[in-house]
């Protein structure tokens, strides 16, 4: 009874012990939406009307399907499972940050090479900033829209590497502006 008593002591001091540092009891969790049926559904044979005023138009769609308003202003039809996928899977824009090298066979300069690959919907010149980090020069271009921002700079032997921000949410130069503040040059 005392070796019993003694190891429920020592447990609970433990316990409390832990729990006081914040390592066994920790905040609640919070649930997470529990998904309904993300399977496909078949489209129903009655119809409905959707106005997309913003594309001057109007559509006939299956009456059981769904739209989403995207933030880049399309608009997605989907039938009630893949909403429900995209409701309970991707509730927010998927933010992503890439490095990649560009392309530049007729060796450009980085304002010329800017110009021509990262034209507006308009195919006017993107806004375009010089920065300079750890003594490399660079170009910031603003994408349309705000969902994508780019950085692109020379690297000696290597050519020019773009890093970019993308998201269906609202980015902007900061964003790369964070990485290329980071950034060295391999010696």
């Known amino acids: 009874m005392k070796t019993i008593f003694k ?9 409390l ?14 649930a997470q ?20 005023k913003q594309f001057g138009i109007k559509v006939k769609i299956p009456a059981n399907f769904r739209t989403i308003l995207r933030k880049d202003g399309s608009v997605m039809i989907l039938d009630p499972g893949s ?23 007729q060796q450009l300069s980085l304002l010329e090479l800017a110009k021509i690959s990262y034209p507006n ?12 980090f750890n003594n490399t020069q660079a ?6 829209g705000g969902y994508g921002a780019y ?4 690297v000696p032997g290597k ?15 900061t964003c790369v502006i964070e990485y290329l503040q980071t950034t060295e040059l391999l010696k």
């Open 121 to 132: 919907i308009t195919g006017e010149t993107p806004n375009i900033h010089n920065y300079s």
């Open 17 to 30: 012990l832990l729990s006081s540092q914040n390592l066994v009891f920790n905040t609640p969790a919070i």
């Open 151 to 154: 950085g692109i700079f020379n």
């Open 139 to 144: 170009l910031i271009i603003d994408a349309q």
């Open 33 to 52: 939406r529990k998904c309904g049926n993300t399977e496909p559904v078949e489209a129903s044979k009655t119809t409905r009307t959707i106005k997309l």
């Open 83 to 105: 909403y429900e996928a995209m409701r309970c899977r991707a509730p927010h824009g998927i933010y992503s940050f890439s490095i990649k090298s560009l392309p530049n066979p």
């Open 159 to 173: 050519g020019v590497i773009e890093m970019s921000a993308g998201c269906d949410c609202e980015v902007d130069k």
């Open 7 to 15: 190891t429920t002591t020592l447990v609970m001091t433990t316990v």
